[in-house]
């Protein structure tokens, strides 16, 4: 019977991390073939630790982890991406932040395979990092992150009847987890106004690649609709507002 591995090395993103006794920081990180798992960088606060500047949030670094009884232990580190406009741009990092905590809300720590979910969060720091419209590589991410866990808002049939939706207004109802037609829409709890062409952004997002969408010139009426629907189903699904909305939109709405 083969021995447990007690280290291994992997790429990795670091998604979040917090302070951990007097010289240490416990990162949470994504990897490809771990999933999201937590990990102490020992001394990392450290100004003199060799650490200190490849545990960056929104970094891809290279990761040799020795396995711990209760958390691994980050052994050596070397940076590869350091997405520096993320910390330089207050917006474009105020963005990372969210699909980062999104990312850790919706997600486990576990060992399971996350190789889509890995390369999915990794692509979208490096679209916010680009000239690109920040908004829409975040709504990209969050629509196939909801995907990939389970959560794929029904946008195409109408969510109670599940017949084929018509090129017309209609309605969203969070609870019943997408777009109903105006003939089913008093049987939907809270069911509230979306527009066509809303309703034709976020179905181009949900079903093309994102190199079909970098280039949309989206009016920001459209994006504000966009970005009620999609923070609203959001919350809802995870009961709590997540914390980095609110300072988003302050930025937003400031610029």
């Known amino acids: 019977m083969p021995r447990p591995e007690r280290a291994f090395r992997t790429p990795c993103v670091i998604v979040k991390r917090r302070d951990f006794g007097e010289a240490d920081r416990i990162l949470t990180i994504l990897t490809p073939r771990h999933g999201k798992i937590d990990v102490v960088a020992k001394g990392a606060r450290k100004l003199t630790s060799h650490k200190t500047g490849h545990v960056e949030l929104f970094t891809r670094v290279d990761m040799l982890i020795h396995k711990g009884r209760d958390l691994g232990i980050a052994v050596q580190v070397e940076l590869v991406e350091p997405y520096l406009r993320l910390r330089e741009d207050l917006q474009r990092g105020a963005y990372a932040n969210y699909a980062a905590e ?129 923070v609203g189903y959001i919350t809802f699904l995870l009961e709590r507002r997540l914390q980095s909305i609110d300072f988003i939109r302050r930025l937003r709405y400031t610029h």
């Open 102 to 230: 999104l990312l850790d809300r919706f997600t486990l720590t576990d060992d399971d395979d996350a190789s889509e979910l890995y390369r999915l969060f990794d692509q979208t720091l490096a679209r916010l990092c680009t000239d690109g419209d920040p908004l829409l590589a975040v709504r990209y991410f969050e629509m196939h992150l909801l995907d990939q866990v389970g959560f794929r808002p029904e946008i195409t049939n109408c969510a109670v009847g599940h017949e084929p939706l018509l090129p017309e207004d209609q309605f969203f109802s969070y609870a019943a987890g997408g777009v109903i037609c105006s003939r089913h829409a008093a049987q939907a709890s809270g069911a509230f106004p979306i527009s066509m062409t809303a309703l034709k952004l976020l179905r181009h997002i949900q079903r093309s690649p994102f190199e079909a969408i970098q280039a949309l010139r989206v009016p920001e009426a459209i994006h504000t609709e966009a970005d009620r629907i999609m």
